[in-house]
């Protein structure tokens, strides 16, 4: 029985070996679209914000969130009325991702303000496609095996195999991206800004918000964090265009939910925008509307 117990360790240290060796082989020599299961996508705007932070400290306002968040607060204006800020939103950000970036930067940003945007499909999706982009553009410590268990999907845990060998074997460390890509440019602060362009309007069907639990607990525990640091902090539902945001059936709901979870503003209730002239599709805003978000959100912070 001892000799079994003994073979059978070993067995599974070699095949824990064979199965890491076998996602880097298979992920540095394999199409794209050949692995399904590991989606490792290091560079653009994730991974200058991801850099960026590092070397800094000691702000007045911290951005969480979703794209709605990184493209949707501008650093420039909140720098020209005294404002020091820091933009942490990722693509698709759910509370998964933003509760390891937190316990990963906050003690060094000190903040004496976070504004966390949040969007109903954030708090309603599994997280997979946020932790790959995170995953593959940041180091990779406890919180993200932490974060491959909670979110419990086989491309996490690749993707997560894969970025961790590639790092032992320090294949990025001479890697950098471009600060313009296509139709972004990214801004010092974590900002991106688009080029400037105009929504289309088209129909949108009739959708009910429906959450994930295990978003809603995480999103939760976040808090939590954020106030045993004695942080004030403002929860934020970005500006959508109205045609999607009266998709949404069941926004009495959302709202409600936000409010007991802490001081809640729906800025598509107080503020007054025009859907082709400051969006660029049906749930990003674009610079004209930008600059009327963030000078209506600095008004909220002075008074």
Do not use: W
Request: with cysteine; net charge positive.
């Amino acid at each position: 029985m001892k000799k079994f117990i003994q073979h059978s360790i070993l067995f599974s240290f070699f095949a824990l070996a064979f199965y890491i060796c076998a996602v880097f082989v298979f992920g540095s020599y394999t199409l794209r679209n050949l692995k399904p299961n590991i989606n490792f996508k290091l560079g653009g705007n994730t991974y200058s914000r991801l850099i960026e932070v590092k070397k800094i400290d000691s702000i007045d306002i911290l951005f969480l969130g979703s794209s709605h968040s990184y493209r949707g607060f501008d650093t420039r204006i909140f720098k020209k009325n005294g404002l020091n800020t820091f933009n942490l939103g990722s693509s698709a950000q759910t509370p998964i991702q933003t509760q390891i970036l937190l316990k990963r930067y906050l003690d060094r940003l000190q903040p004496q303000l976070i504004i966390y945007e949040v969007y109903p499909p954030t708090l309603s999706i599994d997280g997979v496609e946020s932790s790959l982009d995170i995953i593959s553009n940041d180091k990779n410590d406890i919180y993200s095996f932490q974060m491959a268990i909670h979110i419990n999907k086989i491309r996490t845990y690749n993707t997560l195999l894969y970025a961790t060998s590639r790092k032992l074997l320090q294949l990025d460390n001479n890697f950098s991206t471009p600060k313009e890509k296509e139709k972004d440019l990214y801004i010092k602060g974590g900002f991106v800004e688009k080029e400037i362009s105009y929504y289309q309007p088209q129909s949108i069907p009739k959708n009910e918000i429906i959450l994930n639990e295990t978003q809603l607990k995480t999103f939760v525990k976040t808090l939590d964090i954020i106030k045993k640091k004695n942080i004030k902090l403002l929860l934020v539902y970005a500006p959508i265009t109205k045609s999607l945001y009266r998709s949404y059936t069941n926004n009495t709901y959302f709202d409600s939910l936000m409010h007991r979870s802490g001081n809640y503003y729906n800025f598509n209730e107080m503020i007054n925008l025009v859907d082709t002239l400051h969006f660029y599709d049906s749930h990003h805003l674009n610079q004209k509307g930008v600059r009327l978000f963030n000078e209506k959100i600095i008004k909220l912070i002075d008074e």
